[in-house]
Structure formats: C-alpha cells, structure tokens
C-alpha cells in the first residue's frame, strides 16, 4: 500500500497525543463533584467543577430540583398524625436518584465524587435506616446523616461562601429546622463559634403546621393565648442559643454602635422571604435592577415589616421565585421574623440573603484558605481576562489619587482594588461588538449576562462593574436602557457614581491606546498619574484631580499616539464638568484636568504611584 514505516510513526503521535488529552480529561474529571442536598422540602441535585483557577466560585455545571417534601410525606393527610416515610415516596426518591447517576456518568463524575447528604426530615423520620438502607441497596450510595450541630456548621459555610468578607449573624431556614450560630470571614479564614450551631425545629414547614395544631379546635382569644406561649418559647430559646453562642465582644460592640447585626441568610424559607422582599422592590413604580437573591439585603425597617409581606403573599397574582408552596409558609416564616425581632439584643440592622446552603457548604470546606482568599469577582472575570490584565490594573491605579496628607481627600474604600482587578481583566469582552450593542451588552453582563451566575459577589460590585464596563465604551445607550443605567446607579452612592464614570473614561483611554489588551513592559506606550489639586477651573481656584499623561517623544510616530489620546483626554475631562456629575451642579463631583506630558523615554516596569497605591489598596481591604 505504500508509505513504509511513516504510517505507524504517523499513528504512534496521535496515539500519544490521545492518550495525553485522554490523561487530561481525567485529571480534570478529578475535580468534579455531585452533592445531593436531600432536604425537607425538596431533593437537590448538583454536579460543580472545583478545578482551578475558578475553584472559589463554586462552578455548577448541572443542577436540577425534586419537588418533593420529606417533612410533609411524614404527616397524614387525614389525620395529621407522623408516619413513616411512605414507599411510594421512597420509590420517587429512589428513582431521582438513579436517574441522576446516568446524568453524573455523562458528565463523567467519578463514582466515590457523589454524595448524598440528609437533614432534619431524614434524620428525625421514624423509618430512617429503612430508609437509608433502601437507597443504599438501590444505588449504591451511603446517605451521609447531617447531625444538628454540623448542619448548622455546614449551612454556615454555604453562606461564607457566598460573600468575600463578612460578619456578624448567620441563620439558616429549611423545611423542618432552623440553626443560628455567628460567622467572621476576612481574607479566606472562617471564623465561627467554638460550640458550632444551635438548631431548632422551627423550619419554615415545620412551623407551618405547628401554627396550625394550635389554631384548630380554639377560640380567637384562646388561639391568640396559645401563640403568645408557643412566641415566648421560641424566644427563650433564641436568647439562650444567643448567650451560648460565644459572640466576640467587638462582634457585639459593632452592633450596638450600628443599631443592630448584620444578619446573613440562607435555606428556601429565608429565601422566599427574600424573593418577597425583592417583589416589592420591583413593583408599584420601584425597579430594583438585580433580580438575583444571592447578595440582595434589606434594611430592618423593611426585613421586619412582616404585615406587609404577609399581604404581598396572600394578594399577589404570581410573584417571581415563590411557589405555591412557599407562599403557604409564608405566614410561619413571619412569625419567626417577628420573634428574632424581639429575642436578638441589639436587634437586626440589616439581612442579607443568600444562595448558599448545604451544597455550597459541603464544597466551600473542601477549598484551602488560600483559596477562599479569593474574591469572587476577581475569579469569576479572571477567565476572560487579556494577556496583560496585571499592567493594565496597575495603570488604572494609577489615575486614582494617593489619600491626602490630612486623609480629607481620598478614593473610597467601598470601591475595593478587586473591582478595579476585575474591570482590568474584563476590559475588552464586549469590544467586538457593535457600538449599538457594546454598552448594553456591558450594562447587562454582570446581572444576567456573563457574570450572572457567579457565586458570591455582592449586589453593589455588580453594579459598580457594570457602570465602568458600560462607560468605557462611551455610554452609548438606546432610550430603552437608560432606566436600567440609573436604577443600578441607585445601588451606589453619588460619590461611587462619579468615580465608575471617572474610572469607565480612563478604561477607554486604555483600550484606546492598547487596542490588543497587550502592554510591553520594556517599552510602554504610556504611563499614567493622579493628584489632588486646588488650581484647577478657569480661576484657578477649583479643587479637583489632575491626571497626568506620560508619553515617549517620537517624530513621525506610525501609532499617532498623540492623536488618540486627544479624544481620551476630552472624554475624561468631560467627566469633571458639572453638568454631568449625576445630580448636576448639586450632585457630587469634581473638576478633571487631563496633561500630556512628552518625555524623552519611558522607564519601565509599574508606573509612578502604582506600588505605593497597591500597597494602600492592600492596607484597606
């Protein structure tokens, strides 16, 4: 046939090179993970990818939900009397479970990476073994049991999980219980209290018919007398967990100086709770612009009002996220809600919600500390980021001031380095795009766009992102997104505001002069540094930012860098001008004085100011 030894040869390369891309899929293989959260009021299924670099963010690659409620299959419909987990549901749960292993095995998760992890419904049914020991026979697979303490150990993970830094309270609310336990969580280290969780058989199902065994068969008043005593129960019961808990005494300090804790939430009751308090939000000439509960907080006055809820819950056609279910237990949620009220010293300031929960936590505890370390929005744009992402963020420090001497005059601190990182490293996705659509696309790409799924960024970043990635292409909006733009705008404050649009401008003027993303480090193009100034206007005499622009001396220049950074310098300095400060002449803003600083080379390395403001970013947060 010809070709001598060449076709063998031939075969042998692509043999190896199989073998090695076969290699490599398995290794990555390695990292997925399947978690069964076999919960109280529904059986959650869920395969992750915790392979780095994106292992912090908890990747979910298929996830899927078995309407289900292991606490109500334990009741009689008749008679309300406990009774074992029926075989019909055992069966259904049998068969979710099977038909999950076929979705993992094309997924391609190692069997000993599949868990199943039980809670309160299975942990307290009277048939139990029987149970466990049916799903074992079936599938192969141990029912890990959850004990009380460790549930609520683990749900408290689920919900570090979900925010880079946090602290104070931390609540989970299933279908049969309810833990509450405290949680600090600064720079990847976890801490919470040594006597782990308290748990309650206060879930949001669990209440529900409670509340209801003690309204049958009784008067109004007698009815009003029996919840007075089952609220005084559980608000003995919340203060004395509040006492063993072990708070930190600058834990407590900080609440009593705030006016309250910060109150972190997770499990499906508190979500529902949030999903209403979004409802509201979004309704009646109010438009909150972020429809995700993970990061979405309330303010007490609002978290509290529980009459109102209640309302929302009985009279509204659809609400979004709440289903029929839900809206049922929505009356034994509030009665929770008013109680906490009343037993935590010091009281709620603030609640946060969040997606965490026990899969999240099953998985956060996996991941080292230097892993949690990392923030969220940093990883969740690390993937898209350009070559030189690192010398791009160093450049926008730069163009940010360094604090004044007397600290009167400083950038904010709620604006974090990891913003400015995770602009850097997503700072030309939508540069492919049309100018009709690059600045919505931007707009949108981190609440239902690109960065809508990532797990653990807060409501605030998102907008903060969204508002510099939309500006850095000109903000070339259609009429029909600007009232998008300015009800995200509404999550910031003014002086946020300025500095996204500030920061956007300083993003084009970057791409601008780096179309590639590329920066040579030996030989830059520009460098750039900020400073307070007080001489700035036509009477010299307004306070503002001066922005210096440094560029190497060339004749005959082939990049005309000089005139393409004459249209960046007249957009940044449009930024200082008060008609466009967001609230005009009585909005907050500053005056922009942009210079263009010819020099006979350009050294390289980091730019001037940038380690010193790295280092200042690094002090703050």
């Known amino acids: ?198 748990s309650f058989p206060y879930g949001a199902a669990a209440l529900t018919r409670r509340l209801k065994e003690i309204s049958a068969g009784k008067t109004k008043d007698e009815v009003e007398k029996a919840k007075d005593k089952f609220r005084e129960e559980m608000r003995t019961n919340f203060l004395d967990a509040y006492k063993k808990l072990e708070i930190p005494k600058d834990l407590e300090e900080k609440a009593k100086r705030d006016g309250g804790f910060q109150l972190y939430l997770s499990g499906g009751g508190f979500r529902g709770w949030g999903y209403l308090l979004l409802y509201q939000s979004q309704v009646h000439g109010r438009h909150y612009p972020i429809s995700l509960i993970n990061g979405f907080s309330a303010q007490k006055a609002h978290f509290e009002n529980t009459e109102a809820l209640k309302e929302v819950a009985r009279t509204a056609h659809r609400i979004f996220r709440v289903s029929d279910r839900r809206r049922a237990q929505v009356p034994a949620v509030a009665f929770l809600v008013n109680v906490l009220a009343r037993a935590l010293p010091h009281g709620i300031k603030e609640a946060h919600f969040c997606q965490g929960g026990v899969r999240e936590g099953v998985l956060f505890q996996e991941l080292p500390p230097k892993i949690r370390l990392q923030n969220p929005l940093e990883v969740a744009t690390a993937l898209y980021s350009r070559l030189s992402a690192a010398a791009i963020s160093d450049l926008l420090l730069c163009a940010i001031p360094e604090p004044s001497a007397t600290g009167a005059k400083m950038f904010p601190e709620s604006i974090g380095s990891h913003v400015i990182r995770a602009f850097a490293n997503v700072l030309y996705v939508h540069s492919v795009m049309s100018k009709e659509t690059a600045s919505t696309a931007a707009l949108y790409s981190t609440s239902t766009g690109l960065l809508s799924t990532s797990h653990g960024v807060s409501h605030s970043d998102r907008a903060l992102l969204a508002l510099m990635l939309e500006e850095r292409y000109q903000g070339v909006l259609p009429p029909r997104e600007v009232d998008f733009k300015l009800n995200l705008g509404q999550l910031l404050t003014t002086e946020e505001l300025w500095w996204t649009r500030y920061l956007g401008k300083i993003g084009f003027l970057v791409s601008s002069v780096y179309p590639a993303g590329f920066i040579n480090q030996d030989k830059p193009r520009m460098r750039l540094s900020a400073s307070w100034a007080a001489d700035l206007g036509k009477e010299g005499t307004e306070e503002g930012l001066k922005l210096k622009i440094f560029i190497e001396r060339v004749t005959n220049d082939p990049l005309k860098l000089k005139e393409t950074l004459e249209d960046g310098v007249g957009v940044i300095e449009k930024v200082g001008k008060k008609k466009n400060w967001r609230g005009g002449e009585d909005g907050w803003g500053m005056a922009v004085k942009v210079v263009v600083v010819e020099k006979d080379a350009l050294l390289s390395g980091r730019g001037p100011g940038s380690a010193l403001l790295a280092e200042s970013f690094a002090r703050l947060f």
């Open 1 to 198: 046939m010809g070709g001598g030894s060449e076709i063998p040869q031939k075969y042998s390369q692509w043999s190896s090179l199989a073998l090695e891309n076969e290699s490599m899929i398995n290794d990555q293989k390695s990292y997925l993970r399947a978690v069964v959260d076999m919960g109280s009021n529904g059986i959650r299924f869920s395969v992750s990818d915790l392979s780095p670099p994106t292992s912090r963010i908890l990747p979910t690659i298929h996830v899927h939900r078995l309407d289900i409620s292991l606490f109500d299959a334990q009741f009689d419909s008749k008679t309300g009397a406990r009774i074992p987990i029926p075989p019909s549901v055992i069966e259904t749960v049998i068969a979710g479970l099977l038909r999950f292993q076929i979705i993992c095995k094309d997924l391609g998760v190692p069997g000993n990476n599949i868990r199943i992890i039980a809670t309160e419904a299975t942990r307290t049914a009277i048939n139990s073994a029987e149970f466990c020991k049916e799903i074992k026979e079936a599938t192969g697979l141990a029912v890990e049991m959850l004990p009380k303490e460790d549930e609520g150990r683990v749900g408290a993970l689920g919900i570090a999980s979900s925010f880079s830094n946090m602290h104070g309270l931390v609540m989970d609310l299933g279908g049969g219980s309810t833990q509450i336990s405290w949680m600090i969580v600064y720079r990847g280290e976890v801490q919470t209290s040594p006597k782990g969780a308290f």
